[in-house]
Structures are given as C-alpha cells and as structure tokens.
C-alpha cells in the first residue's frame, strides 16, 4: 500500500503580507517641500476611491469566505406530512425513474414529518432514502408499507443496492413487510407491527442484508438470502437460514446452533453507536447522535428519553452539489459539521475533517468522487468524528486510498470516544471507469465500523480486471478496532487485511474476484490466491465470528483458492463460525482457514465450514 499522497502547506489569507516598520529620521522640511507635498497629498485624495474600493472589495471577500450553517435541504429532499397531496403519486414517480437506475445520477431522500400516513406503498428503487422525522419510529406511522422487490430484474434481488429506510413505523397491508435486498442497503430504526419478508416475489436470489436498532413484532422471512446481519433489535422470531445468519444483541433471535442451522447468535454487541438521523424539534431540524453503547441489547428507543446530542441545523454547512471540497474544509475549520444533501460531489482536494467530534452525515447516498488521484475523505487522529451515509465512489485517476480514519501511525486511544463509520460505501468501478490501490484505510485506534460495503465492481460501466484495478479493499491498522457488518467483495489481492491489534469482526461477507484471468493472475507467492480476509502474522490477538467467503471465477474456472481466511495459529486470534462456497463450481477452494477446513468440490453450491479455528 502506498503512503498518500501529503498536501502542500496552506497559507492563511495573510500569510504574504508583509509590513516594513523600519523608520528614519529626517530634517523639517521647508515650506517649498511642503507645497510639494501639500500637492501629492491632494492627488492621493482624488485617487483614494479606488484603493478604498480595492479595500472594501477585498473584506467583502474575507467576509464572504465565512460559511453560514443551516438553510434549505435542497432541491432532491423531498419532505411530506399527513397533509400534503398525491403523496403516493411522488412517491411512485421517484420509483419509476430509480427502480432500474443501478448506475444513474438521481439522488433523494424522503421525509416524512411526524403524524399517520395512510394507504402508502413506499417502492424503493437505487440510490433512495426514506425516513420518519421523529425523535422515535413511532412517531410516524404507515398504515401501509417500505417494498423493495426485484421485478426489475426478473425476480432478481442480488443487485438490489444503495438504498435505506429509517426511523418509521408500519403496518403492513397484508401483515408482512417486503425488505427484499442486497448490500448498502440498511433497514435502521424502524418498527415493523407484524412480519418482514427479506426475500422478492417468487423467491428468487438474494444477497442482503442488515437491520439496526430496529423492532419487528411478527416473524422476520429471509428465505432465499444467502446471508444476513441483525444488531441491537428485537424480532418475533426468525425462520430459517441459508449460509450464514449472524446476530449481536437481538432480542428474539435464535440460539447459537452453527452449523446446522448456521445461526450465529451473541447475547449483546461489545461496543456499537447507532447512526446519526435528521429529526423535527417544532419546526426546527436538529440532527440527532445517538450516544455509544457498550454491550447492548435490543433497540436505543422505547424506553424513554433516547440518550445522545441533539445539534442544531444551523451548526451544520448544508452541502449542495457544487460545493467544492474547498469550501467544505473551511466549513469544518469554521467549526460546521456537514449535511450533504442528495447528489454527486466531485472533490480536487481530500475532505479533512481534523476536529473531534464532528459529524458529516449524507442524505440519499450522497457520492463524493475524488478526482485527480486524491483521497476523498481524511480523519484525523481525533476523539468521536462520526461519517455515515455516505457513498464514495473512485474517480478514473488512480487513489492510493478513497477513505482513511487516521493518519498513518496514530497512536492516541480513542475506546472512551471512538470514531464511527455507519453506511459508508465505497466503489470502484461500475459507475464508471475508477481506479484505487486501497478503498479503506482504518488507521485510528478504537473505531467502529458498522455497516460497510466496500465493493470493486463486477458489472457496469468501466469494469476489468485491470480497468478498474483495486487491489485491497479495507486495511486496519489501529487498535482495537470493531466491525460490525463488514461486507467487502472482488478486490484484486487481498479483500481485508488486519494489521492491528485486539481486532474484532462480527459478520463477513465476500466474493473473490470473479474476473481474474486465470491462476497466475492471483498467485501470492507459494499459496493459490490472496484470502479473503487475512490476520497479520504479527498479531496476538484477534476474534471473529460468522464469515463467509465465496467464489465464482467464471473467466477462468479452474482456478483453485487455498483458503478463504488466513490468520496465525495464536491462543489469542480466535474465529467462530466459518465457511466458504463455491457458486456453481466456477473455482474451487481447498480449504477453509489456513489448512483447515474441507475443500469444496463440484457444482451444487454447498459450503465447507469451520466451527471453531483453532
């Protein structure tokens, strides 16, 4: 991995100033210099209009450069209540022009204000959010329902991407919500009065999924999902598993029983923070951030007063699309914390955001491209910064990283007040020609990353195995650091790789690179292939649990994986609940962790699984 690329010094608008305030003594002068001067200084009075204007134009530009916090939303935040007409019908035209736009430049958010909202079917398509405006999800209800089906793939949903829905109460129509999707697309903070059906209308593929702090009464249906990850919720019940189903701190989940069934169940989740969320005080938008929480256990709300910091949205720069990474930096240095509305932001410069506890929160998955090979977004070496919802996607210019919390050899201690990632995506590919050497950087000490999907594409504009070249997709370097929901797909080499100390993963997802051309193209070293998720030899301690790996070389299907984990044989690094799988038996592994582990075999798509390593 190469360093990044260090910023020239700025220099503060006054930096080049210079004043000379060397004197000298001189003779009175006679009454003819006087004249003299008595004339130049009647010429200099008849020309000050001009220097004075140069002056004045000069402070209205140092006024100017001071950014106002607050404002309007935008032109792609749309913001109902009970009363507005034809919601439906908004609704529906936004779908329409989303359902199939996997790659598309429409952006939105949804809001809807406190208050009972009824006979509403929400249909979601790409790049859309939608969210309540209450401090609780009970504070606005549905009596109708949020779909996400895959009609638009022919029953399909395995490319059911970049989507969300917060922070709202329904009661479905027929009892059972539909949620039918894939990765990046979070079901947070919602309260579902009866069942949720993770699977599309026929039952068809699907590769999802995550829900936060979230209660669903009935039954929660994945049926065909291959994989899913539920934190800090509560559900009725949960009714079957295909691969790998993993839970933290959910009331109501099943027992640990891996393999059969391959439920991964732990009581409560180590430390987790739950996502910041716009919200209604009156009439005022505030920004809510939900406090940290250390072993929890079922939702943040329902139980009183949530705990967490209200932030005005007048201490926020609202950031519209044209806004340049310039004048983001001075909004942070002025003391802003930043709303990025719904849209695509192209940054000539990173995003730094060296003050602690600043919150940077995108509506509608608003994308910030990094043009010229820069980083798109920095974080210091500071207590509590907290991103989230957000998606950056690479620019055609190789980045050394798209993404990095820290610098490089950050040593502060952060576990009080950590940094926190939630909905954070990062593309390579797809959209577009991009390129990147890492996607994901993790640096700071104690940082909590929940729910990311870091993926090099593997369809779309701009896609090969050198045109979009990644080769690493989430490196951690810190300390400590905490995953929660970790989805990373077709990275060139390795995937994930772990360099910190006292790591912890709950829940992977992955798929090799389908593309590579053929086995030379992924040898490393001695070994077949680049793992999937690997442990540095240096490290003593380490832990994980339900993560899975698979493979679907369908260039070259000969080609064989030695394993999907790698890690040292230490008392301290330990994993729980392991598999890898072939898809269709384009490719093959041969084991599962290091040498552990059954190879898979043939075209039935069955996993190989590890219990317990070591």
């Not at 994986?561 to 301290?572: E, Y």
Request: hydrophobic share 35%; proline share 6%; glycine share 12%.
């Amino acid at each position: 991995m190469h360093a990044p690329p260090t910023a020239p010094p700025r220099l503060s608008p006054r930096s080049g100033l210079r004043r000379s305030r060397r004197g000298r003594r001189s003779r009175i002068p006679g009454p003819a210099v006087i004249a003299a001067l008595a004339a130049a200084l009647l010429a200099s009075v008849l020309a000050a209009p001009t220097a004075h204007s140069q002056g004045t134009h000069q402070g209205a530009r140092q006024n100017a450069q001071k950014i106002v916090g607050g404002g309007d939303l935008g032109p792609n935040v749309l913001v109902f209540d009970p009363s507005t007409p034809n919601i439906q019908g908004k609704v529906d035209e936004i779908f329409e022009q989303q359902e199939s736009a996997q790659f598309g430049d429409g952006r939105y958010a949804l809001f809807f204000k406190p208050g009972t909202y009824d006979n509403i079917n929400a249909q979601l398509g790409f790049y859309t959010s939608i969210a309540g405006l209450g401090l609780s999800p009970d504070d606005t209800t549905f009596n109708g329902d949020v779909t996400v089906d895959a009609g638009w793939f022919n029953g399909n949903a395995t490319q059911n991407f970049w989507r969300s829905a917060e922070n709202l109460t329904l009661n479905p129509v027929n009892g059972t919500d539909r949620w039918a999707v894939s990765q990046a697309a979070p079901f947070r903070r919602m309260h579902v009065r009866g069942g949720l059906n993770l699977a599309p209308d026929g039952y068809g593929w699907a590769s999802g999924g995550y829900i936060a702090d979230s209660r669903i009464d009935g039954q929660v249906a994945p049926y065909s999902q291959q994989q899913w990850y539920t934190r800090d919720s509560s559900v009725g019940g949960w009714n079957n598993a295909v691969w790998n189903m993993t839970f933290s701190g959910v009331e109501g989940a099943p027992a640990q029983s891996f393999p059969n069934p391959p439920y991964t169940t732990l009581d409560t989740t180590p430390v987790s923070r739950e996502k910041p969320f716009l919200y209604l005080d009156g009439d005022a938008y505030k920004v809510f951030v939900p406090a940290k929480r250390t072993n929890a256990r079922g939702t943040s709300w329902g139980n009183g007063t949530p705990q967490g910091e209200s932030i005005p949205l007048d201490r926020f720069y609202v950031v519209k699309p044209g806004a340049t990474a310039e004048t983001i930096n001075s909004a942070v240095e002025q003391g802003l914390h930043l709303l990025f509305t719904p849209g695509i932001y192209h940054v000539d410069r990173t995003i730094d955001i060296d003050r602690a506890d600043t919150v940077v929160l995108g509506l509608g998955l608003a994308t910030i491209v990094p043009d010229n090979g820069v980083t798109a977004i920095r974080v210091g070496d500071v207590d509590g910064v907290k991103l989230a919802g957000l998606l950056v996607d690479a620019g055609p210019t190789n980045s050394d990283t798209l993404v990095e919390v820290g610098p490089a050899g950050a040593s502060a201690r952060h576990a009080d007040n950590p940094t926190s990632l939630q909905d954070v995506f990062v593309r390579v590919g797809g959209a577009g020609a991009g390129r990147a050497t890492t996607g994901m950087v993790i640096n700071n000490n104690d940082t909590i990353v929940d729910h990311t999907w870091i993926w090099r594409a593997d369809h779309g504009e701009g896609v090969g195995w050198e045109t979009n070249r990644a080769d690493y997709g989430l490196q951690v370097n810190g300390d400590g650091v905490l995953a929660t929901g970790l989805f990373v797909e077709h990275f060139n080499k390795y995937d994930v790789r772990w360099s910190g100390e006292n790591g912890r993963t709950i829940f992977f997802q992955n798929e090799k690179a389908y593309d590579a051309p053929d086995q030379a193209a992924i040898q490393n070293g001695d070994i077949k292939g680049f793992a999937a998720y690997k442990v540095d030899d240096s490290v003593d301690n380490h832990e994980g649990w339900g993560l899975g790996s698979y493979c679907y070389f369908n260039v070259d299907p000969t080609i064989r994986q030695d394993h999907g984990f790698q890690a040292p044989v230490k008392p301290g690094v330990k994993f729980h609940d392991l598999l890898v799988v072939s898809l269709g038996g384009k490719g093959q592994y041969e084991h599962v962790i290091n040498g552990t582990g059954s190879p898979t075999s043939g075209s039935d798509t069955i996993p190989s699984q590890v219990v317990s390593f070591p």
